[in-house]
């Protein structure tokens, strides 16, 4: 209900993260784009009560990703 649509790399990742954004039938809403650690993006172009599938790509490490 009070989700922000931000998804933050956290500060500890290992590098960046690369997100893209599907909706239910597998059209890309949001291309692909990087998140630095310790930075977040906010997803404007998202709406409420769809659901989507969130795909992330990043070398071999150890990473945290948040969604709020």
Do not use: C, H, Q, T
Not at 43 to 54: C, H, I, S
Request: proline residues 4%; charged residues 35%.
């Amino acid at each position: 209900v009070f989700w922000k649509k931000e998804i933050i790399n956290d500060a500890n990742s290992d590098s960046n993260v690369y997100l893209r954004v599907k909706d239910e039938k597998g059209d890309v809403i949001i291309d692909e784009f990087p998140i630095s650690p310790g930075k977040g993006v906010k997803l404007e172009g998202l709406k409420r009560k769809e659901k989507y599938f969130f795909e992330i790509k990043a070398s071999p490490g150890r990473f945290f990703i948040n969604a709020v």
